[in-house]
């Protein structure tokens, strides 16, 4: 899942982005409304997390411009204002949930989930090809109902690969949906994808879990049902 947090105080943006990050979410921040407007605009993003007060656009005009674009991305936004006045003037003018600041990390991303699973209402809930299963919302990976323990990194790169079962995902796409934008603009290294992709197969292999990542000479690699060897017959 990829996050945009619109924030203008550097040291929370930067304790959150990185609190986000270690939870498995891909997050791009901007400093100020117009900016934020911007990448909003641009339709790349899963959740918006969306301060009120910025330099250049607040967060209520942020937020009453994109739902007059009918742009739907989720919106939480975050202030210090806690006025009842003001979370009312949130939710009116198209913000999805509300909470003041100083708040628990924990709660914000159980509101984050939360909010993902209601952006998520047409796509299935749980990911799934031969015994392989996934739930995005619980963060929980399963091979024949044993869970399989995978990092935030590799839990993004095989949700990436069984959003598209039997299809060829290019190595740039899978970047860009588990990497933030700093990563990929500064460096853009494609063989970190290779790296997760060969954990993943070991994880994989030692579960044995009838789904292989098959190599697509050129472009990336596709997910499949692997045909288990049929058993000896006297």
């Known amino acids: 899942m990829r996050l945009l947090m619109v924030e203008d105080e550097e040291r929370l943006a930067q304790s959150l982005s990185q609190g986000l990050r270690a939870e498995g979410y891909a997050v791009d921040v901007a400093a100020d409304g117009l900016t934020?407007?911007?990448?909003?605009?641009?339709?790349?993003?899963?959740?918006?997390?969306?301060?009120?007060?910025?330099?250049?656009?607040?967060?209520?005009?942020?937020?009453?411009?994109?739902?007059?674009?009918e742009n739907s991305?989720?919106?939480?936004?975050?202030?210090?204002?806690?006025?009842?006045?003001?979370e009312a003037e949130a939710l009116d003018c198209g913000a999805d949930d509300f909470l003041a600041k100083p708040f628990s990390f924990v709660v914000l991303t159980a509101r984050l989930r939360a909010l993902l699973r209601r952006g998520a209402a047409g796509r299935p809930a749980v990911l799934a090809v031969a015994d392989l299963r996934i739930d995005p919302a619980a963060r929980r990976c399963t091979v024949a109902d044993a869970e399989l323990r995978l990092t935030a990194k590799?839990?993004?790169?095989?949700?990436?690969?069984?959003?598209?079962?039997?299809?060829?995902?290019?190595?740039?796409?899978?970047?860009?949906?588990?990497?933030?934008?700093?990563?990929?603009?500064?460096?853009?290294?494609?063989?970190?994808?290779?790296?997760?992709?060969?954990?993943?197969?070991?994880?994989?292999?030692?579960?044995?879990?009838h789904a292989r990542i098959d190599t697509v000479r050129g472009i990336?690699?596709?997910?499949?049902?692997?045909?288990?060897?049929?058993?000896?017959v006297d």
């Open 36 to 69: 934020g407007l911007e990448r909003a605009r641009s339709g790349r993003y899963d959740l918006v997390v969306l301060d009120l007060m910025l330099p250049g656009l607040n967060g209520f005009r942020i937020c009453h411009r994109l739902r007059a674009e």
């Open 73 to 86: 991305v989720p919106i939480l936004m975050l202030t210090a204002k806690n006025g009842e006045y003001d």
């Open 154 to 209: 590799e839990f993004g790169v095989l949700e990436c690969l069984l959003r598209r079962p039997d299809q060829a995902v290019p190595k740039t796409d899978i970047l860009d949906a588990v990497w933030d934008s700093a990563y990929s603009t500064a460096r853009g290294d494609l063989n970190i994808v290779e790296v997760y992709i060969a954990a993943l197969r070991r994880k994989l292999d030692r579960a044995g879990a």
């Open 220 to 232: 990336g690699y596709r997910l499949t049902p692997s045909v288990p060897a049929p058993a000896d």
